[in-house]
């Protein structure tokens, strides 16, 4: 079979190559490179389409078939195509041509060494030496001899299986041998340690030949190199029977000199393999160094009785890859890193069985020198520390989340407690061989110091690593770690008001200088804090509170963008929402009159902003006192509810009235003197009406009029004032909504009770609105009086015209209405005429 794309043979002269060579030895062809790699890929085209070409010939092709020579490459003389199929070469749902020999050898091979492991079982007990000798030698000899037979007929996949039956025999030649007596007395773990090293070398030697024929290289023949080392570790590992962990130090130390030497025969999968079974050793190796100082957890046990030593062997088998200058520089430095962070785990051993701070204490004084490894070690072996630094970091990491939760929990029950004084503290209450509060800040700089050096390690790191470091989220932290390490020292509660406002302010100072909006935000979140802690007493409050009004004021007055102004404006009025409810409740002032103070404060504030010149405002102007109106509308209903529920229950529909109509008033008052604010009339109007309202409900009054004509008379003024100015306008827009206010409550009221003076008087006006809107012909009285005068006329007429008047007569009546109608239908006729030029000049 003609193979066109071999990565061991030059495609000009056909010359074996080195794998991964850069150029031919014999005819100087560069093999690297743009070009190179186009000429294999097209080659690898090539061979697909000749086994695709060979596969879909339907019979056998009698005659010779000429083709086309490719340089470098074995040209046959004949092309042989494969068998005939009656179908494609891949089936749908089916196999590929390209897979059925291999199953098919894969099968065969099991078949064979199942077949040698039962003829030895049945025939090895009556066979003497010499037939044992010659069984063994004749299977493995020519089992071998067909696999190199196949590698040279560029037979690949039956190579590849009798290879594997070799290896297969070989071992058990082996296996029989040992039981057999031949080796002597040997142990297993010598067995092993001979097994793995005649497998390795057997598979090298037939990797190396193989090499010389058109098959090129083996994957199982590798694999199986691998597997002898792996095997002969195994047998290393205890070869003096667990009396010490020397021989588990050279077992790993040997198999990553032959996983080395592997790759330096171009063996790239034995490699692989071996430096697997290398790792796996490595592990064993350190869990034994592991369970010594878990049987010697002290200094003179590990240090001075050098128990230590496996942790030692470990850390320096792992660093020795980093010696070879063959292996990729990232390689070599992940194993030095590995190397030492087990040389790291071994200083830091000791304390780590100490509990409390020691551990962490221990951990951060071992992150030091490893940071400073890192920045002045030349790039990239400063990341050599990096492997020590993470687990360090991790530790102190998961330390710091421990005392952030205690500190938080401290904050909380400042925050709960009931109100103390100005120099009141709450006890701190840590749970037993908890780590030091001061380990927090110490373990947040040592931390912040270790990601600046691991970025001065290496630029791709830095550029990961970045972002973590900005400076502005790393003095959040900072004065975060201090507060809640001064919390868990229980001080008075204003240090934590002062500290908290402190860096408040300074974030707020950091955003004037900057313009940056995390730092604003960062002063929004401390400023909230301190005020949430000082809820522990009335005089921190205020001050809080008084610092956090003027920070907002700062803000909303300097701010640039609009939202970030109007959100200012929002937190300025409820700042002093909160100060005002602070000093009322620190001068002893009832709590109602508080918060009337406190609404009187946001209306005034409300109302009067924009008479603020212009310039005040580094934003835009109308649309950032937006923003105060909104906060003072969004403070004033807490504050006044806190009035109301904590008023005496006597006096609570009082209060609601005053603030109501307070709030009415300030409402009203800004649609009145703002004309964008126009719209404010109604909602102001409302309040207005819902205080009356309340107040007439408190002095007893239940009579709807009472609480419908005053707001009626209101919105009938404001339609009269609206046709008055706009003569155009309709008077059922204007007029409608008064007059349906001022009538259908007292309707409703009159259809359920149709006696006494309401039904007299709402007759009467019913009347007169007929009779106005047939004067000025407007619409709305005339409509709005005749509905409800007819529907008070029939409720007062229904008694009547059920029990005392006969039926007939109302028949009779009907029957007269109809004939009326009938005669006089011109007449109506001209009439209506009439009525319909009268309607059309009603307004």
């Known amino acids: 079979m003609a193979r066109y794309a071999d990565p061991l ?17 014999s005819c100087g062809l560069p093999l690297h490179g743009p070009l190179a ?69 894969a099968l065969g091979a099991g078949c064979v060494l199942v077949a040698a492991l039962v003829f030895l079982a049945v025939t090895w007990s009556v066979m003497g030496v010499g037939g044992r000798t010659a069984t063994l030698v004749v299977f493995t000899a020519a089992t071998g001899a067909l696999a190199a037979w196949m590698a040279h007929r560029d037979l690949r996949a039956a190579a590849e299986a009798l290879a594997l039956v070799s290896f297969g025999l ?22 092993l340690l001979l097994l793995g090293t005649v497998l390795l070398v057997a598979a090298v030697a037939a990797s190396l030949a193989v090499r010389r024929t058109p098959a090129g290289t083996l994957v199982g023949v590798q694999v199986v190199a691998g597997i002898g080392v792996a095997v002969g570790l195994v047998g290393l590992s205890d070869i003096d029977r667990s009396r010490t962990d020397l021989d588990l130090l050279v077992a ?32 064993v190796l350190l869990a034994a160094g592991v369970d010594r100082v878990a049987l010697h957890p002290t200094v003179q046990g590990l240090w001075l009785d050098l128990q230590v030593w496996p942790l030692l062997g470990a850390a320096t088998a792992a660093a020795l890859p980093a010696a070879l200058r063959s292996l990729p520089r990232l390689a070599r430095v992940t194993a030095a890193s590995v190397g030492l962070a087990v040389l790291c785990f071994a200083v830091v051993l000791p304390a780590l069985d100490e509990g409390g701070s020691t551990p962490t204490l221990a951990v951060l004084v071992t992150l030091v020198p ?17 492997v020590p630094q993470l687990l360090g970091s991790l530790w102190i990491a998961l330390v710091g989340a421990q005392l952030v939760g205690y500190g938080l929990d401290q904050l909380a029950a400042v925050a709960a407690a009931d109100r103390g004084s100005l120099g009141g503290s709450v006890a701190a209450v840590l749970p037993a061989g908890s780590p030091a509060p001061w380990l927090l800040p110490l373990g947040l700089l040592v931390l912040v110091g270790t990601v600046v050096s691991v970025g001065q390690a290496s630029p791709k790191v830095d550029a990961i690593l970045g972002p973590v470091a900005d400076l502005r989220g790393l003095a959040a932290l900072g004065i975060a770690a201090v507060v809640l390490t001064a919390a868990l020292y229980a001080p008075p509660v204003w240090v934590l008001v002062v500290l908290l406002l402190l860096g408040a302010v300074a974030f707020d100072v950091w955003w004037v200088r900057r313009d940056s909006l995390v730092p604003l935000g960062l002063a929004g979140v401390f400023l909230a804090a301190a005020v949430g802690v000082a809820t522990y007493d009335a005089g921190l409050a205020a001050g809080a509170l008084a610092v956090t009004l003027g920070c907002a004021v700062h803000a909303h007055l300097t701010a640039r963008q609009t939202p970030v102004s109007q959100v200012a404006g929002a937190v300025v009025a409820a700042s002093l929402a909160g100060l005002t409810w602070s000093v009322g409740t620190l001068t002893g002032a009832e709590p109602p009159v508080t918060a009337l103070v406190g609404l009187a404060l946001l209306g005034l504030l409300g109302t009067t902003a924009f ?3 212009v310039g005040w405002w580094h934003a835009e102007a109308t649309e950032a006192r937006a923003g105060l109106e909104v906060g003072a509308a969004a403070a004033a209903l807490p504050l006044g509810l806190l009035g109301v529920l904590l008023a005496p229950g006597a006096d609570q529909p009082t209060w609601t009235a005053v603030y109501l109509t307070l709030a009415g008033v300030a409402v009203t008052t800004t649609s009145l003197v703002r004309p964008d604010r126009r719209f404010l009339a109604w909602p102001g109007g409302g309040l207005l009406a819902a205080a009356s309202w309340v107040r007439l409900w ?52 009159a259809l359920a009770d149709p006696t006494g003076l309401r039904v007299l008087l709402l007759g009467l006006a019913c009347l007169a609105l007929v009779l106005a809107g047939v004067q000025l012909r407007w619409t ?36 007269a209405l109809l004939i009326a109608t009938g005669v006089t239908w011109e007449r109506r006729l001209h009439e209506a005429r009439q009525v319909r030029a009268y309607v059309r000049g009603l307004r």
């Open 698 to 749: 408190d002095v007893g009054v239940h009579e709807p009029e009472a609480y419908t004509l005053p707001s009626a008379i209101a919105l009938a003024a404001v339609g009269l004032w609206h046709l008055r100015t706009r003569p155009g306008s309709g008077t059922v827009a204007a007029l409608g909504p008064a007059l349906g206010l001022a009538l259908v409550p007292s309707l409703v009221w």
């Open 37 to 105: 790699q186009q000429l294999f890929t097209t080659l690898t085209t090539a061979d697909r389409l000749l086994a695709e070409l060979r596969a879909s010939a339907p019979v056998p092709a009698p005659a010779a078939v000429a083709t086309t020579p490719v340089p470098g490459a074995p040209v046959p003389a004949t092309v042989l195509p494969a068998p005939a199929v009656a179908h494609d070469a891949r089936r749908p749902g089916g196999l590929s041509a390209a897979s059925v020999p291999k199953i098919l050898l």
């Open 370 to 386: 490893l940071g400073v490894l890192a920045w002045f070690a030349p790039r990239p072996w400063g990341l050599v520390a990096a």
């Open 780 to 815: 709305a009285p005339l409509v709005a009086g005749a509905v409800v005068g007819g529907l008070l006329v029939l409720r007062l007429a229904g008694p009547y015209l059920g029990n005392t008047v006969p039926r007939w007569v109302l028949i009779g009546a009907a029957g």
């Open 252 to 283: 790993v130390v040997v198999a990553g000199l032959a996983a080395a030497g592997l790759r330096r025969l171009s063996l790239p999968i034995g490699a692989v393999v071996a430096a697997l079974a290398t790792g796996l050793g490595w592990l």
């Open 9 to 25: 043979r030059c495609p000009d002269c056909g010359s074996t190559i080195a794998f991964q060579a850069s150029r031919c030895g």
């Open 170 to 191: 070989l071992t058990l030649d082996l296996v029989g041998a040992d039981n057999a007596g031949w080796f002597g007395d040997l142990s297993t773990e010598a067995f």
């Open 611 to 613: 008479l603020g010149p």
